[in-house]
């Protein structure tokens, strides 16, 4: 019987695979969206998935301005941020930070959903965000994926 069939095998930086995709925000709920791409981006799709490797792929989001939120969460909920000094709670909401920048819901509700360590901070520089159609990434030949067939 051969033991090396039992070994598992695991991803290092050398035997990733990583590919470059588009995604089509347009129309798409914000957390649902943030969840694939963060699945996307983890690598979490893929056979060969290893914890503490950066086996995911490039994501590239398009049309981050034609977002939805369901409810009442554009005027409910709030982003909060701190400035370091005392009473210096600062907060907005959806909607004055969609106003500012439709990107920032995207990547916050993405980063939120990455691990909180170094792995996520590598991980989540494979995120590209862009309130348009247009993106600069034609170079990479991205793959355009429909994330309603993702599971």
């Known amino acids: 019987m051969n033991t090396l069939s039992y070994k598992t095998v695991s991803a ?14 347009d129309g798409q709920t914000l957390g649902r969206l943030a969840s694939k791409i963060a699945k996307l981006i983890r690598g979490k799709h893929k056979p060969n998935f290893t914890p503490h490797v950066d086996c995911g792929d490039n994501v ?7 977002i939805n939120l369901t409810g009442k969460k554009w ?23 969609f106003e500012k920048d439709p990107t920032r819901l995207v990547e916050k509700a993405v980063k939120g959903m990455l691990p909180k360590n170094i792995l996520g901070s590598a991980l989540f520089r494979n995120l590209y965000v862009y309130a348009g159609t247009e993106h600069k990434h034609d170079a990479q030949n991205p793959k355009a994926i429909n994330l309603n067939d993702l599971k």
């Open 12 to 25: 290092n930086k050398a035997t990733v695979s990583k590919e470059w995709v588009v995604v089509d925000a």
């Open 60 to 66: 590239v989001v398009i049309n981050a301005e034609k």
């Open 75 to 97: 005027t409910d909920k709030s982003y909060i941020r701190h400035t370091g000094y005392p009473g210096g709670q600062r907060s907005l909401t959806a909607t004055e930070m």
